[in-house]
């Protein structure tokens, strides 16, 4: 009978590992079912031995690359560089995970069992959701819960989206939970867009404000080289140095170009040390608007989140957890880590919020309110509610702000080369008048 080794986690959410006799997978999931696990990996233990040291104790090529990768501080940059390989799981956008959840929630909301679910949407004209329904069926029938699939077959159902999962398994309102679900990925994509729409239209003028005045100082200052070189009057700083400027452009750009490579080069091995990452984003929080920005994103995802783990039977511990995972900025990360920390200890929410400072006091209120009531994931979810239209205004006054700001400077760096070209062209014109 074959031997399957398997990794699972207990009704506490103990994480176990071992090996186990069975005639098949499904059987294998039924066996660790009956023990009180539920599966969360299984693989064929094949008779393949484990690599053995050659005579004098050296390593195989392989073992020596892993230790040499691991020593290097700068190893794994040339795997981040070439991107994620072929694993074999379909990679998902957020708007296809969007319809996908859409299309099983409606159709476990009209009666249908899982099975049959997957199996109408085998039928779509969609051939990623054909893939993904195909694959999750055939794993069901194993007997796996859809929460130990989906991760299988896509990592794009993120630890969030699959804890929610299983807590709808647990509770026996699947169809409910995907419809919250469903909200709550609205909501984030929503929240997206209007942080990234924020700064679309300042880059844009930022960017084309640095073309002109590319165009402008290689094309444009030397057409008027011959006339400035022949004015009598002294050069002005800025022209000076604009000329040099245009001369190095023309002659040596392709210096420009390697020394911007390196540059990249450096920044992102840079960023890959933590402490590099806490760094720039403590600087971030503190820039005027973009900390403000960001710092309303986290509070409007912290609670809107927080609100719907709850609501779907987490514990405050679990869903804090699955929240510090949703974090991409390791400042507030680590704070959420010294939450978590505290609330494991005995804290209330609010008390070790209040403590690391990670909310502003109106959140926190919000959140004690909830915890006296007893009702904390419909008083976060409202307040999120109620702080997504603070942010769309927060976003209409910073974008406000942030354009006329970027409009100055290129007024100051376009503006000042034409006054100081103007300003030559009509002294040489005066000279020829008076002549």
């Known amino acids: 009978m074959p031997t399957f080794a398997y990794s699972a986690s207990s009704s506490s959410g103990e994480s176990k590992k071992g090996s186990i006799d069975a005639s098949d997978r499904g059987e294998a999931v039924r066996k660790l079912a009956r023990m009180g696990l539920r599966a969360t990996g299984l693989k064929p233990l094949g008779a393949v031995s484990a690599p053995v040291q050659a005579k004098g104790g050296k390593k195989d090529a392989k073992a020596k690359r892993d230790d040499k ?9 040339w795997e981040k560089l070439k991107g994620p390989g072929d694993n074999g799981k379909i990679h998902l956008k957020h708007a296809q995970i969007i319809a996908f959840t859409i299309e099983l929630s409606n159709l476990l909301a009209a009666g249908f069992q899982i099975d049959q679910a997957l199996g109408a949407m085998e039928k779509s004209s969609d051939a990623l959701t054909r893939d993904i329904a195909l694959r999750l ?103 000076d140095y604009m000329m040099r400027l245009s001369e190095f452009l023309r002659n040596e750009w392709w210096l420009l170009l390697i020394a911007l ?33 960001m710092q309303a994103r986290h509070e409007l995802q912290f609670l809107e989140t927080l609100g719907s783990l709850l609501a779907s039977g987490l514990a405050i511990t679990q869903a804090l957890h699955l929240l510090k995972g949703t974090v991409s900025n390791p400042f507030i990360r680590q704070q959420f880590e ?80 034409v006054y100081a070209i103007i300003d030559v062209v009509f002294s040489t014109l005066q000279q020829i008048n008076t002549r």
Not at 69 to 77: D, K
Not at 349 to 376: C, H, M, W, Y
């Open 69 to 77: 990768s691991a020593r290097v501080p700068f190893a794994g940059i």
């Open 137 to 239: 069926r055939e794993l069901i029938r194993d007997g796996i819960p859809l929460s130990t699939a989906l991760p299988q077959v896509s990592d794009s159902f993120g630890p969030l989206f699959c804890s929610m999962i299983a807590a709808g398994e647990s509770s026996g309102a699947l169809d409910k939970i995907l419809d919250r679900q469903v909200k709550y990925l609205g909501m984030m994509e929503d929240l997206r867009s209007k942080f990234v729409g924020a700064l679309i239209y300042p880059a844009f003028l930022a960017v084309s404000g640095l073309g002109l005045a590319i165009v402008m100082i290689t094309y444009l200052l030397p057409k008027l080289s011959v006339l400035i070189q022949s004015s009598s009057k002294a050069t002005p700083l800025l022209l």
């Open 261 to 293: 490579g390196i540059l990249a080069l450096g920044i992102f091995a840079a960023s890959q040390f933590p402490a590099v990452q806490l760094w720039y984003y403590k600087w971030l929080q503190r820039v005027p608007v973009v900390g403000d920005l």
């Open 338 to 417: 010294t939450i978590e920390h505290m609330v494991q200890e005995g804290e209330h929410l609010s008390t070790a919020l209040q403590r690391t400072k990670t909310l502003p006091p109106r959140s926190i209120d919000v959140i004690r309110l909830g915890e006296e009531t007893g009702n904390l994931a419909e008083v976060a979810t409202k307040s999120a509610g109620r702080l997504d239209t603070q942010f769309a205004r927060l976003v209409e006054r910073a974008t406000a702000l942030i354009q006329p700001c970027i409009l100055v400077v290129m007024a100051v760096v376009v503006g000042g080369i």
